[in-house]
């Protein structure tokens, strides 16, 4: 069976949980706490030299990195029900729209990123206001990709492009982001949250999470 | 013919012309100053609400935004000579190595990025020493999912890696980062700026450079 290495508030791991979920494969959980530290030991750097989650092992005990690269791989492994549109022009526009969130906003939230503010000697509401200015910044680029008359982000189904902004907008109520110019995007979100793949893959139901938060 | 619009320093916009010269197609390079601001007129936010080079437009008058989409785009529309492996597992390892530098280093060394550090309080020496510790971090986990003995990142021929690593070197210069852990990585940006589509591709060959330079 595959073994997804990750954290429950990892919204990049959060991302592959979903892809995992949505094509119905099933997958054991490790989890590598980052608070803690767990994703600097020797142990996991022999697996990920990155020190990050997620990392997926394939049966055949192949390591893959990095979520995108991982979703891209099962998307081609396991094609039905698809995650990038096969048409090459559709598949570019969802994933310009992922790329958004995955480039220009989850990589300035990142918990090392607020390490190093920290350590540069930004205060708590300085840091906060860090994380909601990329997101907010982010999410308008985000929505004015989106048509505005499908049910998910591009179509009646979700694809790469959900798969991306679920985590991102749990990380924005995390943050106490303001939303309210994002109704089309939180509308999708109460969607997708009421499919099982993607309530199955929420950070709040891992094993991890209920461990730590009990 | 296909339109680029891009920015000399812009290494999102670099790598897209490399990918184009790579597969040998013509196109024609518009410039939106970056630094005067001209991502954000009326005109260019119609083309891209992201607010952010590269955007191609086709010929067909589609747009295509962020460098990874555009660079999928051209890969499966002129299949050869190709910068994603045809293999899944190996499209994986290239697309995975391509991403610590698109998401986990890149990101965070953008322009808006600088100038919300300066915003906050940090001086010229604290935004240089920021840019230099993700460099720093990205390129030691970059430089350890290569394999040691090929001509260029993957293989006998450059792909998506050396694709994105190129333009990141060049910004690693730029900002006087110590490169000296990262011997492999420089030997194979030489064998790549030994070649003439990555040569054409250079910043400082574009017309942008030359006008600003002068």
Redesign the interface.
Known sequence: MMVLYGYWRSSAAYRVRIALNFKGLEYESRSVNLVTGEQTTPDFLRLN????VPALV?NND?V???S???I??LD??YPQPCLVPEC??D???V??A???I???I???NNLT?LG?LRD?G?DEE?RRL?MC?WMTKGL??FQ??LPTDETFCFSNAPNLADTCLIPQLFNAHRWGCDLSAFKRLTEIEARCLDRQDFANARPEHQTDALRETV
């Open positions: 030299p990155g020190a990050a394939l192949t893959l990195t990095q995108l690269a991982i891209d791989w081609t492994t090459p022009t598949a570019a526009r994933r310009a992922a790329m958004v995955a480039c220009d989850h990589p300035l990123v190093r540069m930004q300085a860090w200015h308008h680029a004015a990709l």
